[in-house]
């Protein structure tokens, strides 16, 4: 803390579709100290804009050096107009001191309760059905022990340069990706960061082949990048068409060499893989040699859409 200026952080999410209604019982909990012998947090939570303005809860906590496990409960009726929601942490001490803040969650109680994912996605994935669900949060400058790690072990991720230090996100995990589609009964198709490195590939194909006993999935389509062509995503993408093509094979060899991804699993039931990184490949075509059982299958493909006539040698 600088002087007699509080500091504050705030968190901005949701817009005016309102996509996240805050109803029914919630229970942020949190854990904060002091390095001072006190100082003051304030907490505050609400739509922010005149044509939404609502608090759902304000409250201040006194700090001492000790972890303090916190919570922040309400019952929400969101019954107004949407807009934009903000999470607004304020703390007030003696200057040069530091309040420190971690673990902190932001959801209905139920939901937490349940793993996380909201009941009113769920049951709108349940009532769309889709065939798939692509596993997208710009992650491709994570890591697999990131995208593995339990939520509170988790840290956020960026790919592109950021002087700001302001354009990092957190991300759901691919444990959390895998446990949706099997509760909307989807199949996932999962993103792998270009810049993974060959051991990050050979676990993965490890992981997929574990949680493949578990969830049993048709199909689990692992994709090599996301628009690799695309200048966007520069910074973790491989825009020369022969070269993005010789890597992802070598991704995909290395995810299919674990027992169990490459035919040779001693269960009765052997996994069938289908790849479709070849010249021209498209995003949503099967590759036609061979045909695939409709049963523990891991579909591989590398997205070359962007590149189809650019001379792919």
Not at 7 to 22: C, R, Y
Not at 104 to 112: E, H, I, K, Q
Not at 140 to 153: H, K, M, S, V
Request: glycine share 10%; net charge positive; with cysteine.
């Amino acid at each position: 803390m600088l002087g007699d200026q509080p500091t504050q952080i705030n968190s901005f999410l949701d817009d005016p579709h309102k996509f996240l209604p805050v109803n029914g019982r919630w229970r942020p909990p949190f854990w904060a100290r002091t390095t001072a012998e006190t100082a003051t947090l304030s907490v505050n939570f609400g739509h922010v804009i005149p044509a939404s303005l609502k608090t759902f809860a304000s409250r201040s906590e006194t700090l001492d050096s000790k972890w303090t496990r916190k919570t922040l409960g309400f019952d929400g009726h969101d019954n107004g107009a949407g807009g934009p929601l903000q999470l607004g942490l304020s703390a007030v001490g003696r200057p040069g001191a530091a309040v420190q803040l971690t673990n902190v969650v932001l959801g209905r109680t139920n939901d937490l309760a349940a793993g996380g994912w909201r009941t009113e996605v769920i049951e709108a994935l349940k009532q769309i059905h889709p065939g798939h669900l692509r596993d997208w949060q710009g992650q491709l400058g994570d890591t697999l022990t990131n995208r593995l790690a339990p939520i509170f072990a988790r840290s956020p991720q960026r790919f592109n340069l950021d002087q700001s230090d302001q354009n990092q996100s957190f991300k759901y995990s691919i444990p959390d990706f895998l446990e949706l589609c099997h509760e909307v009964g989807a199949q996932p198709w999962i993103v792998a960061p270009t810049t993974f490195y060959d051991s990050e590939f050979f676990e993965l194909g490890g992981y997929l082949a574990r949680a493949q006993r578990t969830y049993k999935f048709r199909e689990i389509v692992v994709e090599f990048g996301n628009e690799n062509w695309n200048t966007i995503f520069r910074a973790a993408g491989i825009a020369n068409p022969v070269v993005v093509a010789q890597a992802a094979n070598r991704a995909f060899s290395l995810l299919k060499k674990v027992g169990g991804l490459c035919g040779t699993a001693p269960s009765r039931r052997q996994w069938t893989i289908c790849v479709s990184a070849e010249r021209g490949a498209s995003a949503h075509q099967r590759p036609r040699r061979g045909r695939c059982r409709r049963r523990s299958i891991l579909l591989l493909h590398a997205e070359l859409r962007g590149f189809i006539g650019q001379g792919l040698a």
